[in-house]
């Protein structure tokens, strides 16, 4: 991973790869575990949008089911709503977002922080392209104990969460604190 940072092609190819497992696992979920009828090549199904397939649960372990789980809000279902414009909001928010984070990487001097910024990239691209698609994004990961269930996620807010704290470590324990040492000079 060194020297991430500074070859933009492969960083494109991991935030391609990145989103492209995702939509694989949830064309997977859809196609072959819940879909009533023929499942459709991954190409047709990533080009149309295709019916909403209702809620369903399969239970794996005790503590793991999968689900088919209709997103309207942000990760892990907050602030879930119905509003037909809500979804337009929600890309137009994260694609500002993903559009900082791009400016990030392109400043970013360290791998972890780089991996973690690709990370956070890859994840809202794939929950984007749910949501121009279908209007909602398509959760279907259900980690519980008993009847206690976390929110339903997908490969992309695994990603988020990912990134997230890569970049949470990088800054807490990487970050150049030259501020303090020129406290401490002082």
């Keep these: 991973m060194h020297g991430l940072h500074k070859k933009p092609l492969i960083?494109?190819?991991?935030?391609?790869?990145?989103i492209l497992i995702d939509q694989i696992t949830k064309w997977a979920v859809t196609e072959f575990l819940f879909n009533q009828g023929q499942p459709r090549f991954i190409w047709e199904w990533l080009t149309s949008a295709?019916?909403?397939t209702p809620f369903q649960s399969i239970e794996i372990t005790s503590f793991l089911n999968i689900v088919m789980v209709w997103n309207q809000g942000v990760s892990f279902g907050?602030?879930?709503?119905?509003?037909?414009?809500?979804a337009y909001m929600?890309?137009?928010?994260?694609?500002?977002?993903?559009?900082?984070?791009?400016w990030w990487l392109r400043q970013s001097t360290h791998p972890m922080q780089t991996m973690g910024i690709l990370l956070v990239i890859s994840g809202a691209i794939g929950n984007v392209?749910?949501?121009?698609?279908?209007?909602?994004?398509?959760?279907?990961?259900?980690i519980?104990?008993?009847?206690?269930?976390?929110?339903?996620?997908?490969?992309?807010?695994?990603?988020?969460?990912?990134?997230?704290?890569?970049?949470?470590?990088?800054?807490?324990?990487?970050?150049?604190?030259?501020?303090?040492?020129?406290?401490?000079?002082?």
């Excluded at 907050?78 to 809500?86: R, T």
């Excluded at 392209?129 to 259900?142: C, P, S």
């Excluded at 997230?164 to 470590?169: E, F, W």
């Design 90 to 102: 929600l890309i137009a928010l994260s694609l500002t977002i993903t559009g900082a984070f791009i």
């Design 50 to 52: 295709g019916a909403r």
């Design 129 to 142: 392209l749910d949501r121009i698609r279908f209007g909602a994004v398509i959760d279907f990961i259900d």
């Design 11 to 18: 960083m494109a190819f991991v935030c391609f790869d990145l």
């Design 144 to 186: 519980h104990i008993g009847t206690n269930h976390w929110p339903a996620f997908n490969a992309a807010d695994s990603f988020i969460c990912i990134g997230v704290a890569l970049l949470l470590i990088h800054t807490l324990w990487f970050e150049d604190n030259s501020s303090e040492t020129e406290k401490d000079n002082i």
């Design 78 to 86: 907050l602030f879930n709503h119905d509003s037909p414009y809500g």
